[in-house]
C-alpha cells in the first residue's frame, strides 16, 4: 500500500491514473456508464478513504444507511422528497463503487466482504420495495382495494432480483478469472468454501462459521443454476491440474463471454435505477416491479441460456483434445 501511495506521490498525475485503472474490475466488464460517472466518484472516495485508514467494508456498511435512508424518500408521494431519494441512491452506489476500488487497490479481499457488498444492495432494495408498497396501498385507487397485490408484486420481484443480480455477478466473476487469472478474480467453489466452513468451529469461531456458512450456501445456489459451466470447470481441473489454463483457450472463452458482459451490467444496478427513477417520476412505483419480473427476468433466461451454450462448446473442445 506505501509503495503505491509513493507512486502517486512522484508520479503525480500519471500515478493517479495508474492506480485508477488497478482499481478498475477490466474493461471487459466495465459499463460504460460506470465508466463516465461512478468509478471516477467511486475512486475519488476510495484514494479520500486509503488516506484516511478507513476499510472497505465500512464504506460498505455507510452504503446500507444510505440506500436504506433514499428507499424512505420514496414512501412519500411529494416528488421533491423523491428526488432526494435518487440522491440518497445514486450517494450510495458511489459508495458501492468505492469499496470494491479500495479493496482492488490494497488487496483487502474478503468472505465478509462478499457479503456485505452483496447484503448492502439487498438492503436497499428492501427498503425501496417496502415503502413503495406502503405508499401504493395508500395512494393508488386500485392498491388500495387489492393491497396483496402489490405486496405479491414486491415479494416476487425482491425474489428475482437476488437472482438476476446473483448470477450477473457469477458471470462477471467467471469472466475474470479467464481475463487477470484466479487470483484477481473473486471466482469461488463451493466445494473449498466448505472446508474452510469445517475448519472452523461454531464455540470457537462463530461469527466466521457463520459467515462462511451464507457465503457457502449463496455460491451453492449459483452453482446449481449453471450445471453446464460447472461441467466445464470440472474438465478444466482435470485436463489442466496446476491451474496453468493455456491462453489460446482463456482467449477463446474471453472472445465468446464478452458479448454477455453488456446483460451482466444491465442486471446490475444502473439499468435498475433508471427503471425506478421513471416509475418515481410518473407517479406508478408499481411499474418497476413489472419491469423486474418481465423484462429483467426475459433477459436473465436469455443470459444463462447463452453462457451455458458457451460452456457446453468449450467443455465438448477440453474433451476432444483440442487445448
Not at 467453489?189 to 469461531?205: G, V
Not at 472463452?253 to 451482466?264: C, E, V
Amino acid at each position: 500500500m506505501s509503495s503505491e501511495k509513493n507512486t502517486e506521490n512522484n508520479g503525480g498525475l500519471k500515478g493517479l491514473r495508474e492506480s485508477y485503472r488497478a482499481s478498475l474490475k477490466s474493461s471487459d466488464t466495465e459499463e460504460a456508464f460506470d465508466l463516465i460517472f461512478y468509478r471516477p466518484i467511486g475512486f475519488a472516495w476510495a484514494i479520500l478513504c486509503r488516506r484516511l485508514g478507513i476499510r472497505p467494508n465500512a464504506i460498505t456498511i455507510a452504503s446500507i444507511f444510505l440506500g436504506v435512508g433514499a428507499g424512505i424518500m420514496f414512501y412519500f408521494n411529494n416528488l421533491w422528497l423523491n428526488v432526494i431519494g435518487m440522491f440518497l441512491l445514486v450517494w450510495a452506489n458511489s459508495f458501492d463503487s468505492a469499496d470494491g476500488q479500495l479493496a482492488r487497490l490494497t488487496k483487502q479481499y474478503s468472505p465478509l466482504g462478499r457479503i456485505l457488498d452483496g447484503l448492502s444492495g439487498d438492503l436497499w432494495f428492501i427498503s425501496i420495495y417496502v415503502c413503495i408498497c406502503l405508499r401504493e396501498v395508500q395512494t393508488s385507487p386500485f392498491f388500495i382495494l387489492y393491497p396483496a397485490l402489490i405486496w405479491i408484486m414486491a415479494s416476487l420481484a425482491g425474489i428475482c432480483h437476488g437472482i438476476q443480480a446473483a448470477q450477473a455477478d457469477y458471470y462477471r466473476q467467471f469472466h475474470l478469472f479467464f481475463v487477470k487469472g484466479a487470483e484477481l478474480s473473486e471466482l469461488d467453489s463451493s466445494d473449498q468454501l466448505k472446508e474452510k466452513k469445517a475448519a472452523l468451529s461454531w464455540r470457537k469461531n462463530f461469527f466466521p462459521k457463520l459467515i462462511q456458512f451464507f457465503y457457502c450456501s449463496y455460491t451453492i445456489a449459483q452453482e446449481r443454476r449453471t450445471p453446464t459451466m460447472q461441467a466445464l470447470r470440472a474438465q478444466m481441473r482435470k485436463c489442466f491440474p496446476d491451474g496453468k489454463i493455456p491462453a489460446a483457450f482463456s482467449s477463446e472463452f474471453r472472445r465468446l463471454s464478452k458479448p454477455l458482459m453488456k446483460y451482466t451490467n444491465i442486471l446490475s444496478f444502473n439499468t435498475r435505477c433508471f427503471a425506478l427513477f421513471i416509475s418515481i417520476f410518473i407517479k406508478m412505483p408499481w411499474i418497476y416491479f413489472a419491469f423486474e419480473l418481465t423484462f429483467m427476468n426475459a433477459l436473465l433466461v436469455y443470459m444463462m441460456w447463452r453462457h451455458e451454450r458457451i460452456c457446453a462448446r468449450l467443455l465438448k473442445d477440453l474433451k476432444d483434445g483440442k487445448y
